[in-house]
């Protein structure tokens, strides 16, 4: 029978598989949904997940110990962050309201704003950056503006996109309905973790 590592903290409110894998300083917050087949591995420094995000199945999360000239790194990721099949992260910080395509990789040392899509297969660069409200997308990682206000040709914004969303937001609106069907159904065919400790 699989134990619960004692250093991994789940919020009451979400719903971990366990055939997840959890190992080491790992905080999963409110309202967050862990599919079975994720990895998430604090081996180099602790992992702080925000609330109401997604991590489905084999998306892998981990601190590497050998980062950061060997004293290791922490990983903060912001809430509302979709991370898609096959994912694998293993960056800095994660704003909040992002997508993580599936089978994209964000390397060591990387940095992602809020609001942004790192697209299928995208491989970020280590230490690389990638500003609020960006889609990065293809394996030259070409980047456009995701929602926010668009300039016309003389430089000005029309009406409508002055109150155009932002990338978050968009984001959001997609992750919302998605976390609520998830909430009902994975717990339904899979067991799940409840950590021994609750969050202060």
Not at 120 to 141: F, H, M, R, W
């Amino acid at each position: 029978v699989m134990s619960l590592d004692p250093n991994v903290v789940i919020d009451e409110s979400a719903i971990v598989c366990r055939q997840a894998e959890l190992e080491g300083k790992v905080t999963i917050g409110k309202g967050c949904v862990v599919h079975p087949a994720a990895k998430i591995k604090a081996l180099g420094g602790p992992i702080v997940i925000g609330d109401n995000c997604i991590i489905e199945e084999q998306v892998e999360l981990w601190t590497d110990p050998e980062s950061n000239q060997g004293t290791g790194s922490m990983m903060m990721i912001g809430a509302h962050n979709w991370f898609q099949v096959g994912a694998k992260v293993h960056c800095v910080a994660i704003g909040e309201g992002n997508v993580i395509g599936p089978k994209a990789v964000v390397k060591s040392g990387c940095i992602v704003g809020s609001g942004c899509i790192v697209g299928a297969k995208v491989s970020l660069d280590e230490k690389s950056e990638v500003a609020d409200n960006t889609i990065v997308y293809g394996a030259t990682q070409g980047k456009r503006k995701h929602g926010g206000v668009a300039s016309n040709d003389d430089g000005s914004a029309t009406e409508e996109e002055a109150a155009a969303t932002t990338g978050a937001e968009l984001n959001k609106a997609t992750l919302l309905p998605l976390l609520d069907t998830l909430r009902k159904l994975l717990p339904a065919a899979n067991p799940t973790w409840k950590s021994a400790t609750t969050p202060a």
